[in-house]
């Protein structure tokens, strides 16, 4: 009984292996992309974001009518042609849509930081020690949130360098791993 699973799990190993090579070369064809092209990259997510923001409204809308007997609610109607508005709005105006996305991402780090140096005092009157983490914390935040704020073109182009690289690493790990079953695979079936 052992050995079949041992085959069976070897075969699935050989049947599946080429997923994470697969994988591993579209991760590494974005990264190289991230790398060459950071800002038309940036134009190319926020299309994506506005695409899957109208699919998902439409399959919302599509949904609440086919639960309309179920006693689907108008609101989820309403959300589903909301959620596809706001894709176009996406898709039509995507430069300042990613503009106001770094600008709340960047003011959301901004306020962490604040928050985190308000809680180091308020740590450090109870004697507590950990306010020396938090004070850090807090001064890191505010030096990222001021660096995106004042130089955000510079700041674009690093965070999307940044992902770039995560992805080039994560696509040859990804290829390593397909590999790595394969070969497993093998020698299981083999057994």
């Known amino acids: 009984m052992t050995?079949?699973?041992?085959?069976?799990?070897?075969?699935q190993l050989r049947a599946i292996w080429w997923l994470p090579v697969l994988r591993g070369i579209v991760?590494?064809?974005?990264?190289?992309?991230m790398l060459l092209h950071p800002l038309e990259t940036v134009t190319a997510l926020v299309w994506l974001v506005g695409i899957?923001?109208?699919?998902d409204g439409v399959l919302m809308v599509l949904q609440a009518l086919i639960d309309r007997p179920k006693g689907a609610m108008w609101w989820q109607i309403l959300g589903?042609?909301?959620v596809i508005g706001?894709?176009?709005?996406?898709?039509?105006w995507p430069h300042p849509t990613a503009r106001v996305i770094f600008y709340l991402v960047a003011g959301w780090i901004l306020v962490l930081g604040v928050v985190g140096v308000i809680g180091s005092i308020a740590l450090h009157k109870r004697d507590d020690y950990?306010?020396?983490l938090a004070l850090g914390f807090g001064l890191v935040n505010l030096v990222i949130g001021l660096l995106l704020v004042l130089n955000p073109q510079s700041?674009?182009?690093?965070?999307?360098?940044?992902?770039?690289?995560?992805?080039?690493?994560?696509?040859?790990l990804a290829i390593v791993t397909g590999i790595a079953a394969r070969s497993l695979g093998k020698d299981l079936s083999a057994s």
């Open 80 to 82: 589903g042609l909301l």
């Open 86 to 92: 706001l894709g176009i709005v996406v898709m039509v």
């Open 130 to 132: 950990t306010w020396i």
């Open 155 to 172: 700041s674009v182009t690093f965070v999307m360098v940044l992902i770039g690289l995560f992805a080039l690493v994560a696509g040859v």
């Open 27 to 33: 991760l590494i064809a974005l990264g190289i992309l």
């Open 52 to 55: 899957f923001a109208v699919v």
């Open 3 to 11: 050995d079949d699973l041992v085959v069976e799990t070897g075969k």
